[in-house]
T-cell receptor, first 111, second 115 residues
């Protein structure tokens, strides 16, 4: 079956630091890949997505590139802010249209 | 702004009580989901629906039940609440289209505590 493996947290960074959250996946075929973000006290919301190999998804300064050769979709941001403190989930969707989530990575950004 | 609404936001209830968690969406989405989120943040799919009169069990065995009588409404019911049901419950919806790129839209969740 499909699976998503995320970098374990929690991750604590200082403001303006560079962020990488690793995500690798196992899937048959050609899944679509997503990053969702959950701010404190809220539900998840879509941060970015990529639907085919070498696509780059981007939003709010975050980026992730769909790497089929390494089955990865790492999330990056060049300069994090305190307001980026949240839980980040990597996910994939396959032809069966079922979404598989990673276990989530807690990010805390200190001023 | 939220187009998918969950009520109540918080609920504390005694063991053995029957409860219904409400979820409504205004986007006309066919597919709806219920996830249970444990304290470690991991999400577990417990129920989903492709449309009216369609309900399916998810990956995690659950003692809850769901119904889908109207497109916009997908309530979850626990007939007899137990402390092991204490968790956060997240409702979501998505377009049910031919491709699988449609993202999920989540509500803000119901945090349930069973004493």
């Amino acid at each position: 079956g499909n699976s998503v493996t995320q970098m374990e947290g929690p991750v604590t960074l200082s403001e303006e630091a560079f962020l990488t959250i690793n995500c690798t996946y196992t899937a048959t075929g050609y899944p679509s890949l997503f990053w969702y973000v959950q701010y404190p006290g809220e539900g998840l919301q879509l941060l970015l997505k990529a639907t085919k190999a070498d696509d780059k998804g981007s939003n709010k300064g975050f980026e992730a590139t769909y790497r089929k050769e390494t089955t990865s979709f790492h999330l990056e941001k060049g300069s994090v802010q305190v307001s980026d403190s949240a839980v980040y989930f990597c996910a994939l969707s396959d032809s069966a249209r079922q979404l598989t989530f990673g276990s989530g990575t807690q990010l805390t950004v200190l001023p | 702004e939220a187009d998918i609404y969950q009520t109540p936001r918080y609920l504390v209830i005694g063991t053995g009580k029957k409860i219904t968690l409400e979820c409504s969406q205004t986007m006309g989405h066919d597919k709806m989901y219920w996830y249970q989120q444990d304290p470690g943040m991991e999400l577990h799919l417990i129920h989903y629906s492709y449309g009216v009169n369609s309900t399916e069990k998810g990956d995690l065995s659950s003692e809850s039940t769901v119904s889908r009588i109207r497109t916009e409404h997908f309530p979850l019911t626990l007939e007899s609440a137990r402390p092991s049901h204490t968790s956060q419950y997240l409702c979501a919806s998505s377009e049910y289209s031919g491709n699988y790129n449609s993202p999920l839209h989540f509500g803000n969740g119901t945090r349930l505590t069973v004493t």
